[in-house]
T-cell receptor, first 113, second 114 residues
Framework: DSGVTQTPKHLITATGQRVTLRCSPRSGDLSVYWYQQSLDQGLQFLIQYYNGEERAKGNILERFSAQQFPDLHSELNLSSLELGDSALYFC????????????FGPGTRLTVL | GNSVTQMEGPVTLSEEAFLTINCTYTATGYPSLFWYVQYPGEGLQLLLKATKADDKGSNKGFEATYRKETTSFHLEKGSVQVSDSAVYFCALNQYIQGAQKLVFGQGTRLTINP
């Protein structure tokens, strides 16, 4: 158990809908990261937050947004969903600094029908 | 930009065989390097890491050495077990002014037969 929790575990929805994925980082970690894992794109970095502020952005679509709240939990919002958004979404957390590894949650599997 | 290339899978071995999974990277600066493992139905777990050239990371019998001259971080294990069956990801940590992200290779699926 990494100490990072994600809810829900599974999510099935229809095209055009909006969903929210939730992540709670390890106790004491200020950085939260979101990754998408799909068969065709592999594991891709989406976005990083540090203590409530956006720090880095990767291949995140404009239909997607995220935030980190004062209690450090984070939410990833996906809207106008398309079939191609079906994927595993991972949250990770770390302490601040260059050499610190990221600890991953169990992921949320999103299926868009 | 930074990138990681892993050997193509899947890889199938017999129990007690020697394992090598190749990983090479392209990066500016001096990134940290990682191997993560993903067991079926689970998230990624850190297997080992190395933060500078010539560092050797090791864990659970797995080893990898950070080779700056060949830009490589190959994963090795002397004698694999059925329980090592999983997908292995090589990654580098790109850190610039407080912003950081992991750049992953495509993953290598390993199956160990008894």
């Amino acid at each position: 158990d990494s100490g990072v929790t994600q809810t829900p575990k599974h999510l099935i929805t229809a095209t055009g809908q909006r969903v929210t994925l939730r992540c709670s980082p390890r106790s004491g970690d200020l950085s939260v990261y979101w990754y998408q894992q799909s068969l065709d794109q592999g594991l891709q970095f989406l976005i990083q937050y540090y203590n409530g502020e956006e720090r880095a952005k990767g291949n995140i679509l404009e239909r997607f947004s995220a935030q980190q709240f004062p209690d450090l939990h984070s939410e990833l919002n996906l809207s106008s969903l398309e079939l191609g958004d079906s994927a595993l979404y991972f949250c990770a957390s770390s302490t601040h600094g260059n050499y610190n590894e990221q600890f991953f949650g169990p992921g949320t599997r999103l299926t868009v029908l | 930009g930074n990138s990681v290339t892993q050997m193509e899978g899947p890889v199938t071995l017999s129990e007690e065989a020697f394992l090598t999974i190749n990983c090479t990277y392209t990066a500016t600066g001096y990134p940290s390097l990682f191997w993560y493992v993903q067991y079926p139905g689970e998230g990624l777990q850190l297997l080992l890491k190395a933060t500078k050239a010539d560092d050797k990371g090791s864990n659970k019998g797995f080893e990898a050495t950070y080779r700056k001259e060949t830009t490589s971080f190959h994963l090795e294990k002397g004698s694999v077990q059925v329980s090592d069956s999983a997908v292995y990801f090589c990654a580098l940590n790109q850190y610039i002014q407080g912003a950081q992200k992991l750049v992953f290779g495509q993953g290598t699926r390993l199956t160990i037969n008894p």
